[in-house]
């Protein structure tokens, strides 16, 4: 079965803060939370940095990565956070006693506590809408086309957008070294970043 992720053109990002509306909106994420969130990577304006003065900066969407070998599910005392077998790592409201466990284990700091709720929260991918065929929401909603989706396990150039298009078919084009995950250190991360013509510091 396929292992759904997302894939992030980040040359087409432009911070426009599309993808982190609509999610918040169609999840009624809480003030001040946020299932995603676009982080600005490298110098400020007007600096010099790399051998493009000033403009070796790129934007970079960061939210729960779906990984392969989540330690979010291996610290999780009740079982609440597990691996579905679309390859979604999903949190059961019904079992999650808001120890916040996984939100320590994980390393990109996506998980939060819902106060209110007292439970654990972060990305779903969606799953409701992607059980139907449908795309997630903040690749619905990404006004660049930076955001696509599909088969961690498959080839990138056939995730596909909004219209249907493949990134293959509409992006420009990219060699594997242009390919990047955030940080793996054991937990092997499923989303995708394709970066052209910048140094990639997602590693940092």
């Not at 053109?9 to 676009?38: E, H, Q």
């Not at 979604?88 to 996506?110: E, H, L, N, R, S």
Request: overall charge negative.
């Amino acid at each position: 079965m396929a292992h759904y992720a997302i894939a992030t053109d980040l040359n087409r990002c432009v911070a426009c803060m599309a993808c982190n509306a609509a999610c918040k909106m169609v999840n009624n994420v809480p003030i001040g939370s946020f299932w995603n969130k676009v982080l600005r990577i490298g110098p400020s304006e007007g600096l010099e940095g790399g051998d493009k003065p000033g403009r070796d900066f790129y934007y970079l969407p960061v939210q729960c990565q779906h990984c392969k070998d989540p330690e979010c599910v291996k610290v999780c005392p009740t079982e609440a956070s597990h691996v579905m077998p679309d390859g979604t790592v999903q949190i059961d409201k019904a079992k999650c006693i808001g120890c916040q466990f996984c939100a320590m284990a994980c390393p990109y700091g996506v998980r939060y506590l819902n106060e209110e709720e007292r439970v654990v929260e972060k990305c779903t991918l969606c799953e409701q809408q992607i059980a139907q065929g449908e795309l997630p929401q903040c690749v619905k909603n990404c006004v660049g086309m930076a955001k696509w989706f599909g088969d961690a396990d498959g080839d990138i150039r056939d995730f596909r957008g909004v219209r249907g298009e493949t990134i293959g078919s509409f992006c420009e084009e990219f060699s594997d070294a242009d390919v990047h995950h955030l940080p793996d250190v054991g937990n092997k991360p499923s989303f995708l970043y394709i970066l052209r013509d910048h140094t990639w510091k997602g590693e940092e």
